[in-house]
Structures are given as structure tokens and as C-alpha cells.
């Protein structure tokens, strides 16, 4: 059974950084497909940004540009850079990874705020 744990949310001002940061445990493989999903309030969770282990990524096209994700397959750890962010990017962040089922983390609150 894989479990998810999310760190490195919190409060942060227009223009400024935060990194999330998501630990798998459970597993000895590398997990092949881990992402980052954000819901706000109101609204439907979306895809925020998908890595595989070989090192494809993907974003959604409200986040290109500013985020970056990436992976220590060794670790199975995965994280996502915010930079220059915004006040629409305010939601719970949620950790996700395939293998075999999928899993979800608690949800992490990124606010962003002045």
C-alpha cells in the first residue's frame, strides 16, 4: 500500500516561491507516474503538473513557465517549484502517483496573498 505525505505549503505573497514536496512510502519499485493536482474553492481539482520516472513532464497551461516539477526516483519523492506565483494559484494541492491503483495525499493549503 503506497501512502503520500505532502510538506512545504503555506501562506506566500503575489511574485514569490514555495516548493511542495511528496514522499511515497510503501513501495521498493520506482513508481512510474507521480503529479501534482490543485482544487480551489468551488471548483473541480485540476491537473497542475505529471512526471513520469523516465523524466517526461508535463503542465497545465495556467502554470507553465512558473512551476517546475520534478523527481528523485530513488527516493520516490516528488516536488513542485512555484515561482512568480499568483493569487489564483490559492487552492489544496494534492500529491498523486500511479502504480497499479491510484493513490492521493491529504491535500496540502498553498494561499497566496499579500
Known amino acids: 500500500q503506497v501512502q503520500l505525505v505532502e510538506s512545504g505549503g503555506g501562506l506566500v505573497q503575489p511574485g514569490g516561491s514555495l516548493r511542495l514536496s511528496c514522499a511515497a512510502s510503501?513501495?521498493?519499485?520506482?513508481?512510474?507516474?507521480m503529479a501534482w493536482y490543485r482544487q480551489a474553492p468551488g471548483k473541480e481539482r485540476e491537473l497542475v503538473a505529471i512526471a513520469s520516472s523516465g523524466g517526461n513532464t508535463n503542465y497545465a497551461d495556467s502554470v507553465k513557465g512558473r512551476f517546475t516539477i520534478s523527481r528523485d526516483n530513488a527516493k520516490n519523492t516528488v516536488y513542485l517549484q512555484m515561482n512568480n506565483v499568483k493569487p489564483e494559484d490559492t487552492a489544496v494541492y494534492y500529491c498523486?502517483?500511479?502504480?497499479?491503483?491510484?493513490?492521493w495525499g491529504q491535500g496540502i493549503q498553498v494561499t497566496v496573498s499579500s
Open positions: 498523486y502517483a500511479h502504480f497499479g491503483n491510484a493513490y
Open positions: 510503501g513501495s521498493r519499485f520506482i513508481i512510474n507516474t
